[in-house]
């Protein structure tokens, strides 16, 4: 009989290829595997499409080729035939199975199964049901069978009763019953009595997106993008058949339409929109009104002039299309479903829809969207609205918005159209030239720097205007950002466009005096600034002219005139104020940082929070639409991290610096401002290791955009992260470094504050590498620029590194005395990383001086300063230095007894507990006892610790030949190495 059975052709034959089961339709197979092995039946319900087939197809393979399979997988027209799917089930099974039965039930079975009976009466009912229970018996007695119901939903009800009846008397038979039925979402099996009573009810959820993207990675053919993928995990929601559909449409004729719609291939809606098509007219147009919102709801649809939108949804929910929650929230039952409405609507009903929304929406964004969908095509009456729009969103901060719509509007704008008649700045907004003209600076703005010089180049190639390609030029100037340097002609051709017009031609001078910063020529960026004030006045144009004062004072400052800057800087406010306060961002922030380099930090911070509007959120992001733009929310970071740096808020400036990093990445820009702003804040805040790459990497930007100003401060810090490391070969590197530094700073005539303090940091690595005579000419020079006026942390960092000098040079106690006056100089002001650096330089002078408790009381308290501000380098060389401290007692270990000292040797050669104590004969239990004692007067506590301390002990009470140290004098040896030593 088997061999008879596997021969027939509805028996269900496992395909050779095995169906893809994703990640999330494990645990319902093997549930369902489970219950089947355990003799129960099993019914896998789910949504159209959620891969009922597929885990039957996997069941077929995972319980093999013994197993005797009757099934039927009904459509929706045979719930019209009776007794279709008995006959789907027993058509195959050979005559033989049926020998057995009696002649009456025999024969009821033989009329249905040939189709000569389309009903049955009551007896007949009953040896009917009786011949299929008892041969569905019979075939149990051969092996294990399966009755396979793919479909219980479209199941006729003849076939239904007689297996429902059926299928209750299978207990303690092989036959096993699987089942599928498609429910709603959410929904629950509507026909479990045509299963066994002990059947397990499976739901099949939505799968994940992972499982989705397989899934179209499976499909084969060329590989989706990465957005087209997004697109369909988003409409198929979960459901392989949607996902698979979707994906073969997207391979054929892409995932979206002209208009950003997406696409769904008509087989797919013809199966999802049958309940949709049969409603009305009127509901079919709001339904399709609701699919245009982006939310939608009854308030807006009454707002767009549908008087029974609520009786047309109604009609919807009972369809099981869309329901209305009880805000009036519109939601569709399926995401694909909204998109599936959309698509089958005519160009000319999705205008309508858009048009009533465009009327209805109060976001003028949404406005917008709605109008150049509802008109696509040029037309001047859309253009001013969109343009409108564009302002409004980039008023609000909302950049990329601005820089789309005022994009659209241009391109709405009919082409022949001219120029507003008057327009004097070239940035009028009803003329095509002038919309690309806003577009471009919008885009450059949102930092989308292609956009906008694409837009620009257009313009200033196409436009008749003057004004019009002035402004275009300046866009072009504004993309450049850092990397000015090549930008001659462009500011050349501006002035010949500008020639008589006073406010372009301030605008002009003012990027001329931007560039000339940039590459180093202050006095020639003074003298454009001061025109460009000079001509923004005679213009009336306040913007400009703030500008200008604002970079005036810039070049002030950075030329050691700060007095002179401080001045600038109050006419320019002084000037906002009667203006209004036009662009006051750059010059509170140029004030904030005045502050900072005159060492007053609580300054500097109200100026932030007068930026940020609040003072206590000066360590958090601000709000972005405060920004006119992305080189705006740089510039505002950037002085964010200064600030936090100086203030030893280290773990904050990281976190700002990181932001400001992603600011620049996320508008696809490589700038040297943002990369300064990482390597300051990971040269006090990480290790060297993580700061060097990045202190490169900002090196290396300033290079490539021809920024000096910034490589001056990319430079200063990559060396002071090589000077915090310490060693010989942190301080050499930090010399070649520091000398470009003076070299640059001297060829552009930079003169402010942080310069002198790269001064002493030069004589500082200067006497670590043993050169008293190169770090005296050092400190020398950066005398001659300190003044009364000058910041007390300048003097504090030339006291410091005058001490280590003279401390170097065998004046122990004198450059004690220089290094804790600076100390003392520095407690009253808010630099905590300042501080404690003088502290470790004084506790490095104290101990080289054998002055255990007054170092032991610096360094201990530098420690504590770097642990609670974060300054990870410095924690580093304090410990160093107390690790130093504890391992010298005149010239050995300290206090250790003859045999602990060699305990200590032995282990920091390498050798184990046990092999100590074979060597000097005595227990494990004593090397145990005595390596105690040793990490507790050592201050240790470990083996690398310990050996790291003993090293250090042997090197600092080394005492190298003079002419190993140049420099140093004869004399003094033991002293020619200082804070890094």
Known sequence: MRDLLSRQETVHRVESRPPLVLRGQRQPLDAAGAALRDGRGVLLYGPAGSGRTTLVEALARRLGPDVTWLSCSPAEDDARLPFVGLVDLFTGVPDEVFRDLAPEPARVLRDVLLGTRASVDEHDGLALRVAVTRTLRRLGRYGPAALVVDGLHWLDEQSADVLSFAVRRLHGTAVRVLATERVAPGGQPGRPWCCPPDTAEIPLRPLPDSDIAMLLASMGGSTLPAGTV???????????????????????????????SPRVPVRLRASILAPARAL?????????????????????????????AEAHLGAAERAGVASVGADGTVAFAHPLLRAALYADASTRERRVAHALLADAVTD????????????????????????????????????????????????RTPSRTGPRAGAGSGRDSSSRDGRSLRAAEYACDAGRRDTSERLARSVLRSSPSPRHRVAARIVLLRNAGQALEGFQEVLSGGFRDAAGDDVLTGRLHHWAALRCLIVGEPPAAAAHARR??????????????????????????????????????????????????????????????????????????????????????????????????????????????????????????LRTAARCARTAGDAGAVSAPALYALALAASVGSTADEAGPLTADAVRASEADGDRL??????????????????????????????????????????????????ADLAEAHVMLGDAEAADAVLKDGRRHVHAGSPGSVTAALERAEGLREAARGRAKEGAELVRAAADRLRPLDLPVDLLRTLIALGTVERRARHRTAANRALTEALDLAETHGVVPLAARARAELARLGALEGGGAAALTATETRIAELVTGGASNREVAAKLFISVKTVEGNLSRVYRKIGVRSRTALARAMALSAEATAAPPADARPGAPTGNRGQGQSQGA
């Open 364 to 411: 003028p964004r949404r406005m917008a969207h709605h109008l150049v969908l509802a008109h696509p095509y040029e037309n001047e009456a859309v253009a001013a609205r969109v343009m409108a729009a564009a302002e409004a969103a980039h008023a609000g901060g909302a950049l990329e918005d601005a820089a789309d719509l005022a994009g659209i509007a241009a391109e």
């Open 710 to 759: 910034f490589l001056l401060r990319a430079l200063a810090a990559q060396a002071q992260t090589a000077l915090f490391g310490g060693g010989l070969q942190g301080a050499a590197d930090a010399v070649e470094i520091l000398l470009r530094v003076k070299g640059i700073a001297a060829d552009i005539g930079v003169a402010d504050p942080p310069l002198l303090h790269w001064t």
């Open 280 to 308: 009305p007219a009127p509901a079919l147009r709001t339904l399709l009104v609701c699919c245009a919102a982006v939310h939608p709801d009854l308030t807006l649809l009454r707002a767009a002039g549908i008087a029974d």
């Open 230 to 260: 997004r697109v369909v995990q988003e409409l198929a929601a979960g459901n392989p058949r949607y996902a698979r559909e979707l994906g073969r449409g997207a391979h054929l004729d892409g995932m979206l339409a002209a208009d950003g």
């Open 532 to 653: 460009a004030a000079t001509e923004a006045a005679i213009g009336a144009d306040p913007v400009t002219g703030l500008s200008a004062l604002t970079t005036l004072a810039r070049v002030q400052s950075l030329t050691g005139r700060t007095d002179e800057a401080r001045a600038t800087l109050d006419r320019a406010l002084s000037l906002a104020a009667r203006e209004g306060g036009p662009r006051r961002r750059g010059m509170v922030r140029m004030r904030a940082v005045l502050s900072l380099d005159g060492d007053r930090v609580g300054e500097a911070r109200a100026r932030m929070a007068e930026l940020l509007g609040d003072e206590d959120e000066y360590a958090y992001e601000p709000d972005a639409a405060e920004y006119t733009s992305v080189e705006d929310r740089v510039a505002t970071l950037l002085a964010l991290v200064r600030i936090q740096v100086r203030a030893g808020e280290c773990r904050a400036a």
